[in-house]
Every structure is written in C-alpha cells, then in structure tokens.
C-alpha cells in the first residue's frame, strides 16, 4: 500500500477510537451546525485526530468540521484530502452504530482514495488505484497496516442477490425516490429495500449486498467522496441521475447533484 492509504487508514483509526470513547460516554455534547444538522464532541475530536495525521502528506484538507476555505483558494487544487470526520451523526446520537469516518484523496476532481471506517464494528473498507476495493474486519489501532491486504477481502465479495435490492435512507425517503423504486419494481419485479445510516449504503453497493442506491436528497461533496471511490473501486457506477453524468468535486458550491449508484 502506498504511504498516503496507509496515513489515511491510520487516520480513519484513530478517529474512530476518539468517536467511541464519546459514544460510550453520557455526554455527547450535542450542539447544533447552522443548518441545524447536530454536531457533538465526536465531530471535532475526530477531525482534530485526522487533521493532524494528514498534515504529514501536505496536501490540501477540506473537511465537514473546517470547511470554510473560500472557493478562490480550493479551485487552485489539483489535489486534496476530503474528509468527513463522522458520517452519519444523526445515526450516532440514535446510537445505532450506523455511522462512518470517510476520508477520501481527490486528484483533478475525481476520488481516487477512499477510507470508510466502521468504530463500532470495527469494519474499514479502501480502495486505491491499482489494487481495487477491499474490506477488512477487526481493524485497530493494533493492526499491522502494512500488510493489511493480506487480511482483506476483494470486493464486491457477494456476487448474486436473491432479489433485486435497493437501500436507501430512512431519513431521506421523499416522493421520487418512491416513484425510482416504483420504476425498479415494474422491471425488476419483487424487490427488497433495505434502510442503511452514512455511507454504509455505498459500502452495501461496493460489496454486491445491494444492486443500487438512488439518492434524490441533498448530501455534500464530503458525505459521498470515499463511498465514491470505493465503488468504482468495485466495479460499480456513480453517476447523477441521467445515468451517464459524472459526479464530480471540489464544485464552488459544495452539495451534491442527485445521484445513482449501480453495481
């Protein structure tokens, strides 16, 4: 693996370490961002963690808990860290165990690295180019990352789905995802939906767990950039909704288009 996965990795780690201390704790320390989204301690220890692990590649980092770098400075980017310190922290204050640490390396506007890390399971998914994604299990602070891939499954690692499944979020089903799924149903016939928190809908895709994620709600460049490299890491698309128009990064304004990923 190269030194910017494995600092990556490393990183992803260590913030799910400091994510699982407050989750185990009473305290999360809930407070509200601007758009009224929660933000705890989790957040901000975790993005002080990886921050401080990334600034040894000096490359550029753009993350969800420091995001203001104005436009005129980030377009001069030809390659950068994105990093979401804690994916999913709705599903974290639920404690569900439904949340993820995802940093990605983005080079001309495109994912080319992405780490998804699981603290509660303790699952980490990458991918880099030319070696594919992968996932391993048990990983900790303990673990020997240099011969990580030696302990790692390729994926997708399930090949065939019983049924065409779709996953999706429960905090985000609206009126055109339903009529999507409608869609899929007339060409699929029976169907299964399964409901996943963070990027972990993504990962489901990468692994062959789900046929495809459509999401038509709002996400930002930070929530998608790792799952995005991970899946076509895959072999999977991610595309906006007319099924052939990239998704790409490092946009002025930072939110997603609607987008589909398919395996």
Same mark, same amino acid.
């Given at each position: *693996?190269?030194?910017?996965?494995?600092?990556?990795?490393?990183?992803?780690?260590?913030?799910?370490?400091?994510?699982?201390?407050?989750?185990?704790?009473? /305290?999360?320390?809930? #407070?509200?961002?601007?758009?009224?989204? $929660?933000?705890?301690?989790?957040?901000? #220890?975790?993005?002080?963690?990886?921050?401080? &692990?990334?600034?040894?590649?000096?490359? $550029?980092?753009?993350?969800?808990?420091?995001? /203001?770098?104005?436009?005129?400075?980030? =377009?001069?980017? /030809?390659?950068?860290?994105?990093?979401?310190?804690?994916?999913?922290?709705?599903?974290?204050?639920?404690?569900?165990?439904?949340?993820? +640490?995802?940093?990605?390396?983005?080079?001309?506007?495109?994912? %080319?690295?992405?780490? &998804?890390? +699981?603290?509660?399971?303790?699952?980490?998914?990458?991918?880099?180019?030319? &070696?594919?994604?992968?996932?391993?299990?048990? %990983?900790?602070?303990?673990?020997?990352?240099?011969?990580?891939? =030696?302990?790692?499954?390729?994926?997708?690692?399930?090949?065939?789905?019983?049924?065409?499944? +779709? +996953?999706?979020?429960?905090?985000? *089903?609206?009126?055109?995802?339903?009529?999507? &799924?409608? /869609?899929?149903?007339?060409?699929?016939?029976?169907?299964?939906?399964?409901?996943?928190?963070?990027?972990?809908?993504?990962?489901?895709?990468?692994?062959?767990?789900?046929?495809?994620?459509?999401?038509?709600?709002?996400?930002?460049?930070?929530?998608?950039?790792?799952?995005?490299?991970?899946?076509?890491?895959?072999?999977?698309? %991610?595309? =906006?909704?007319? #099924?052939?128009?990239? %998704?790409?990064?490092?946009?002025?304004?930072?939110?997603?288009?609607?987008?589909?990923?398919?395996?």
């Amino acid at each position: *693996m190269n030194d910017n996965l494995i600092l990556a990795i490393k990183a992803a780690i260590f913030a799910g370490k400091e994510i699982l201390e407050i989750y185990k704790s009473e /305290d999360f320390e809930i #407070k509200l961002k601007s758009d009224d989204s $929660p933000l705890t301690l989790a957040d901000q #220890k975790a993005h002080n963690v990886i921050v401080d &692990i990334l600034s040894e590649t000096n490359i $550029p980092i753009l993350s969800e808990e420091g995001k /203001d770098i104005s436009y005129d400075e980030r =377009q001069k980017w /030809d390659c950068y860290w994105l990093v979401d310190p804690l994916d999913g922290t709705k599903e974290f204050i639920k404690r569900n165990g439904e949340f993820t +640490v995802n940093i990605a390396l983005i080079k001309e506007n495109t994912p %080319v690295l992405g780490v &998804i890390y +699981v603290p509660v399971t303790k699952d980490l998914y990458f991918s880099d180019e030319g &070696i594919g994604a992968l996932k391993a299990i048990n %990983v900790d602070s303990e673990t020997d990352l240099n011969n990580l891939i =030696q302990f790692s499954f390729k994926l997708p690692f399930f090949t065939e789905t019983e049924k065409f499944t +779709v +996953v999706g979020s429960r905090s985000h *089903m609206n009126k055109e995802t339903e009529e999507f &799924i409608d /869609d899929l149903k007339n060409q699929h016939g029976e169907l299964e939906f399964i409901s996943k928190g963070s990027s972990l809908k993504i990962c489901m895709v990468a692994e062959g767990i789900a046929n495809i994620y459509p999401r038509f709600a709002p996400t930002m460049e930070w929530d998608t950039a790792a799952g995005h490299a991970i899946a076509t890491g895959a072999g999977c698309s %991610v595309t =906006q909704i007319d #099924k052939k128009t990239p %998704v790409v990064y490092n946009k002025e304004n930072l939110l997603n288009p609607w987008f589909i990923i398919v395996r």
